[in-house]
């Protein structure tokens, strides 16, 4: 692909040979010659002088000290590298076909142009929409109904009247709508089971990692909504909302019914307690851990979470304080010290 093609497909200003040809994209370490690469941490800003990319997204206001690599000046570089490397590896195309070995209820209804592969089990009434792609293994219960463009991975168990939308990745061993954890201790403090009789709904768009639960509702539903991204290892319990293009990392864990507004952002093993709000634009950093709604646009630390920066500074002091410590009994030691003292020039003008 030619840069000047690039750049107008990736929505860049070229400052450079408009003719080069493009092959890839890469980070600044990996990419080779006619490959493209880009600055989005000015942290990272030593290794242009190194890198051998042909080209490099940057920010309209960075200079650069190089002048044999073509610029591509964008408002955002990772964005605009993200969809270079969407053009240079498109979604691979398949030919529809389904596996011999797959068992499929006589009552589902398969779209058009459906790839089901090996040892697939389909239940009764389930409903695939059209250009769905199943992998081997993949287990779906009855009344469940798949909306179109859906890649399923192997391994993957979607349960009874689950719902998803179009266009959603599921990725391998992801269990979509097992019970919810609900008991009642009974007259006899043993653990009675509490009916789980809703079911999940996943929106067009969504992604799901690996290993991922969403457990159905008790009741109602338990909603992933539109374009909401949700990593490996994550734990959504039971009635809990998921807005619109939330963010979910590793280890996150939601106990039941609790609500994540649009954008959110929960890192790498945050956990938040059942029944709470966490309002749209909300931050909670890696490790972090809620017992009370957040506010929207707030970012918090800490468990329990408190405003970011206020817990940057309590865990700057908190390393200091051994040194604290050693200070105040020096301190101590000399009030004693002078109080001594005037006690003793007292004394002597009593006298």
Not at 148 to 170: C, F, K, N, Q, Y
């Amino acid at each position: 692909m030619r840069l000047a093609e690039l750049a107008e497909r990736t929505g860049a200003r070229l400052e450079g040979d408009p003719e080069i040809e493009i092959t890839g994209a890469a980070g600044l370490d990996e990419a080779t010659e006619g490959q493209v690469t880009f600055l989005a941490n000015p942290r990272y800003t030593p290794r242009v002088r190194t890198t051998r990319a042909s080209a490099i997204y940057v920010a309209e206001r960075v200079e650069l000290e190089r002048r044999d690599i073509a610029i591509l000046r964008v408002r955002d570089p990772y964005l605009a590298y993200t969809r270079a490397l969407r053009l240079f590896h498109p979604e691979p195309t398949f030919e529809p076909s389904i596996h011999p070995t797959a068992v499929i209820d006589p009552s589902a209804r398969l779209g058009r142009n459906v790839w089901i592969g090996a040892h697939v089990f389909i239940g009764r009434e389930v409903e695939i929409g059209d250009r769905v792609r199943i992998y081997p293994n993949v287990t779906i219960y009855e009344r469940a109904r798949i909306g179109p463009d859906t890649i399923i991975h192997s391994g993957v168990a979607i349960r009874e009247d689950t719902l998803i939308g179009a266009r959603v990745r599921i990725h391998n061993n992801a269990v979509i709508g097992a019970d919810g954890f609900g008991y009642a201790k009974d007259e006899e403090g043993r653990w009675l089971k509490i009916p789980q009789t809703g079911r999940v709904r996943i929106e067009d768009d969504v992604e799901i990692g690996a290993c991922t639960t969403i457990d159905r509702a008790s009741v109602g539903e338990t909603v992933i909504a539109r374009g909401a991204k949700i990593d490996n290892l994550v734990q959504i319990g039971h009635s809990c909302t998921v807005g619109e293009d939330a963010l979910l990392c590793a280890q996150v864990g939601l106990a039941g019914s609790s609500h994540i507004g649009r954008r959110v952002i929960l890192a790498g093993q945050v956990g938040v307690a059942g029944h709470l709000k966490i309002g749209d634009d909300a931050v909670l950093t890696a490790k972090s851990a809620t017992s009370h709604d957040v506010p929207p646009g707030k970012t918090l630390s800490g468990i329990p979470a408190f405003d970011n920066r206020a817990w940057l500074r309590a865990t700057a002091a908190f390393r200091r304080l051994g040194e604290m410590q050693k200070l105040l009994r020096t301190l101590e030691e000399r009030m004693r010290t002078l109080e001594k003292a005037l006690a003793l020039d007292s004394k002597n003008e009593r006298e």
